[in-house]
């Protein structure tokens, strides 16, 4: 119960962090002339994203000591609140891979995004390496741009009509990592099984083959 309550609450913080960057993206666009991005400046942008991102999970694993002016480290959110973020930032990028092939494979005309799958890549250990970063240094989350972010999820969180809204993102966001564990952890059939399914379908392939020859003959 109480990984399910981390992972809802990081739903909603996600999807609070997400609406909050599209503005940001939206002023971004405005100040360039609603161009498109270039390779350089896209994944700088995306770089600051995922940092960010990063932060203000981190953060919230993140406790005071009421009687020092210490961190603590709260590892039962903070162990599984990192899995919970690299799932989801892999997901991500795999979703964007699976785009990319479906438009190949329909010769559709790609996205206008400038794109690159190793500055993907980049971008997933760049943030493995900040969440470590924090951890030897949490006073890193008392940044002032972080303070501004946490202030107006806050705000945004309690708000009544748009609060309700990313609870409901944030239990959409329980179900896909729970489909998406049992998607890693789901037992694959023995290599012998697939194997005859394969055989079978060739026989089957072949004996078409066969009977189509018979018939123009």
């Not at 943030?127 to 202030?151: D, H, Q, R, V």
């Not at 944030?170 to 099984?193: A, Q």
């Amino acid at each position: 119960m109480i990984l399910l309550t981390l992972v809802f609450k990081l739903g909603v913080r996600f999807a609070i962090f997400n609406f909050i960057w599209f503005f940001l993206e939206l002023v971004h666009k405005m100040l360039t002339g609603m161009r498109p991005p270039f390779l350089a400046e896209h994944y700088i942008l995306k770089a600051l994203k995922y940092i960010f991102l990063v932060s203000i999970t981190f953060s919230y694993c993140l406790e005071f000591a009421p009687n020092e002016p210490v961190y603590v480290l709260n590892w039962q959110k903070l162990v599984p609140g990192g899995l919970i973020l690299m799932l989801y930032l892999l997901g991500k990028f795999q979703k964007q891979q699976e785009q990319i092939q479906f438009l190949a494979g329909f010769q559709l005309p790609m996205q206008q995004k400038p794109y690159s799958k190793n500055l993907e890549i980049a971008l997933l250990v760049l943030s493995a390496l900040t969440f470590t970063g924090l951890y030897l240094n949490p006073s890193l989350t008392e940044i002032g741009i972080l303070n501004w972010f946490e202030a107006n999820m806050s705000s945004l969180e309690k708000a009544f009509l748009l609060g309700f809204i990313f609870q409901v993102l944030g239990f959409f966001f329980v179900l896909s990592i729970l489909f998406r564990l049992l998607r890693i952890f789901r037992p694959k059939p023995p290599k012998s099984d697939l194997d005859a399914n394969q055989h079978q379908d060739y026989d089957q392939f072949t004996d078409y083959e066969e009977v189509s020859d018979k018939h123009l003959d």
